[in-house]
């Protein structure tokens, strides 16, 4: 049923289709970060902020992403990086947004005030206190926005990138089953391991959670 | 050292001040509860001494300095803060939780560790402790760890709010005595916020007592407010045992001691009759050379010597620094209807009922 010749004699394709697949997915949660920390920032620093941020993220969100391909083509062009970056980046928004600031928001009062009392100030407890107490939430919230990412790359194809999706696309248009499958598997295989790899990042950044547990 | 001079709070929105025109003067080396009622503006206070709040109006002064003329966070790292939670930094080892003030005034690492081991040591953290996470300790430690940390820096002013709140009632009157031991070896000037005056009059050495709306309604020594509360709020807030509180802070040692009817075993049961009979005492204490032996029922004592009798043991007996609260417990809970007083050198008198009573009406 799977055509192992035809995978074999393709390899060089599939592992580039994989380095761009990987490099998509890595930019967009990137930037995706990027812009989602700064969301925070503001909705942290003015609290009236954060309804209107998430309603917005949240509304970006519910957008069908194809459709949003479709709105983006004609302000960056058809095959324009940016048309699939734009769109991936707006669907991680909502999740790091909500997990950033909820992380943050759920160091304890008393944690704060003690190293307020001891003389740090407002920018060290935000990096030395806050920022590590908040990873977990964060990096849970970066987990989501990667998988996500990663299933919403195989069709950035529709707009001209490489990556699984072009394999998912070519397998279907010409009923061949292998190449389809290693499209899909590829992509699925990708999430699973960037997930345990997000995990084992947090694993590693927050000792004294895992020792607490043991 | 620190200078309370009308201080008045308002949060936004209130419609009443939480502290009104509060002015108190907190001397060096001094020991300053204060005390009150929820509402009573206590710890919103002891927070204004270090800008966690800032005061609506007012001076305060710590050190001779007002505290508005300085940047926050440098003035706070010259003041130590102990919290009911005691908030240590979860993701920090104990040793790094210590070694937070020292950090921040860029002491080098060799000082630091050195600073780290002295403070541990001080408030009895054990060694293998200070590689751990706070949440692998008890409540008891952490609390440790959150004087260790307070007092790194060797701060000359002390701010602890309700500190032992959060500890098993064993733990926190341990916790309670160490601390006010370490008090006396340091001389550190405390300000130090509670809800429970029976903690305000054992730790301070002055109470300030706060009505609703951060009214000072007495500021004294705990011996004088107890003996003479300064108005209806006073004695009530002090309740109905203000007697027994009284006892709590007084030794045995100041009280007169009777010898009561005792003998030495080498005595005659004729002398030993005669000397219950001038008590108008049904039992008998013995001594041996000055050492306390016990107690026998005056029926025991006949004709035979009274090296001979068998001795029942005191259950309670004192020392002279225990206080005149534990004798009053010790009198209505024995058989004998005294409290007997051993020093070093062997016994040293008793109390009764009317001992103990002379000492608060007095």
């Known amino acids: 049923m799977i055509d192992w010749g035809w995978i074999a004699s393709n390899l060089d394709d599939i592992w580039e289709a994989t380095l761009q697949h990987l490099f998509h997915s890595v930019l967009a949660v990137g930037i995706g970060l990027v812009v989602s920390f700064a969301l925070s920032l503001v909705a942290l620093r003015w609290k009236a902020a954060y309804g209107p941020i998430t309603w917005v993220t949240g509304v ?110 070519r397998g279907i248009g010409r009923r061949f089953l292998t190449e389809a499958l290693v499209g899909t598997v590829g992509a699925v295989l990708m999430a699973v391991v960037v997930d345990r790899a997000l995990v084992a990042l947090e694993r590693a950044a927050t000792p004294w959670a895992r020792r607490r547990a043991a | 050292m620190i200078r309370l001079e009308e201080v008045t709070k308002v949060f936004p929105g209130a419609d009443r001040p939480a502290v009104s025109s509060l002015s108190l003067h907190i001397p060096e080396g001094e020991f300053v509860t204060l005390v009150g009622p929820s509402g009573c503006g206590k710890t919103t206070t002891l927070k204004m001494i270090n800008r966690i709040i800032e005061p609506t109006s ?9 505290v508005m003329s300085m940047e926050p966070h440098l003035l706070r790292r010259s003041i130590g803060y102990v919290i009911q ?83 098993d ?36 050495t002055r109470v300030a007592i706060l009505n609703v709306g951060g009214v000072l309604e007495q500021y004294d020594r705990p011996e004088e407010i107890l003996a003479n509360p300064a108005n209806d709020f006073v004695s009530r807030f002090l309740g109905e045992e203000r007697g027994l509180r009284r006892l709590a802070l007084m030794p045995v040692s100041s009280a007169g001691l009777d010898r009561g009817p005792v003998v030495e075993i080498t005595a005659t049961p004729e002398e030993a009759r005669a000397v219950m009979d001038a008590h108008g005492s049904d039992w008998l204490g013995l001594l041996d050379g000055g050492r306390l032996l016990g107690w026998v029922p005056a029926a025991e004592v006949g004709t035979s010597p009274l090296a001979d009798l068998e001795p029942r043991e005191f259950l309670v007996i004192l020392r002279p620094e225990d206080s005149l609260r534990r004798a009053l417990d010790a009198v209505v809970t024995s058989r004998t209807r005294v409290a007997v007083v051993v020093g070093e050198q062997g016994y040293l008198g008793m109390l009764d009922i009317d001992r103990v009573a002379e000492e608060i009406t007095e």
């Open chain 1, 60 to 169: 970006l969100y519910t957008i069908p992403s194809i459709a949003l391909f479709t709105f983006l083509v004609p302000v960056f062009g058809l095959t324009s990086i940016w048309t699939a970056q734009v769109a991936l980046v707006s669907y991680t928004l909502l999740i790091l947004v909500r997990n950033i600031v909820a992380g943050i928001r759920s160091v304890p009062d008393h944690v704060v005030e003690a190293s307020r009392g001891m003389g740090m100030t407002e920018a060290r407890i935000f990096r030395e206190v806050q920022l590590p107490l908040a990873l977990p939430a964060i990096i849970a919230g970066v987990r989501v926005a990667a998988v996500t990412t990663i299933g919403l790359v195989t069709l950035t194809v529709i707009v001209g990138q490489g990556g699984y999706g072009l394999f998912i696309l």
């Open chain 2, 58 to 66: 007012g001076r305060i002064e710590v050190g001779g300095r007002d």
């Open chain 2, 85 to 167: 939670q005691v908030g240590l930094l979860p993701h920090r080892t104990v040793e790094e939780n210590i070694a937070t003030v020292p950090r921040l005034l860029g002491w080098d690492r060799d000082r630091i560790e050195r600073r780290v081991a002295e403070m541990s040591e001080l408030v009895g953290l054990g060694a293998d402790l200070l590689e751990r996470y706070p949440a692998e300790l008890s409540g008891g430690q952490q609390q440790r760890v959150g004087v260790a940390r307070a007092l790194a820096a060797d701060p000359p002013v002390l701010l602890m709010d309700e500190p032992f709140g959060a500890v």
């Open chain 2, 169 to 204: 009632p064993i733990v926190r009157e341990h916790l309670q005595q160490e601390f006010k031991d370490l008090w006396r070896r340091l001389g550190k000037t405390v300000v130090f916020v509670t809800h429970d005056i029976d903690e305000a009059v054992r730790m301070g």
